[in-house]
């Protein structure tokens, strides 16, 4: 089992940023690929980004393509989704999961969630 906390969300004015974390639990982190997902209010959580364990891989989302980064640092077992560029359409709970595996399709690990908000 890995725990998922994540931090780092809060209110955030267009066109600001803000750097969500996911500090993973457990001595295992590197053999889980890992992702960020949102949930904004009246909508179905939708994908926003992922990273393969060795960080060579990554997928985003068109939405968020050019604006938002992922990235890793296995020493600390930690994930990190570096959000640029925020728009009004970005508010949403963000939640951090994890997979065992680059190539298992299902998150069965989710964090709690982190509330974002951009003000237009």
């Known amino acids: 089992q890995v725990q998922l906390p994540e931090s780092g969300g809060g209110l955030v004015q267009a066109g600001g940023s803000l750097r969500l974390d996911c500090a993973a639990s457990g001595r295992t982190f590197s053999m889980y690929a890992m992702g960020w997902f949102r949930q904004a209010p009246g909508k179905e959580r939708e994908f926003v980004a992922s990273?393969?364990?060795?960080?060579?891989?990554?997928h985003y989302a068109d939405s968020v393509k050019g604006r938002f980064t992922i990235s890793r640092d296995n020493a600390k077992n930690t994930v990190y989704l570096q959000m640029n560029s925020l728009k009004s359409e970005d508010t949403a709970v963000y939640y951090c999961?994890?997979?065992?595996?680059?190539?298992?399709?299902?998150?069965?690990?989710w964090g709690q969630g982190t509330q974002v908000t951009v003000s237009s």
């Open positions: 990273i393969s364990r060795s960080r060579s891989t990554t």
């Open positions: 999961a994890a997979k065992f595996g680059d190539y298992v399709v299902e998150y069965p690990y």
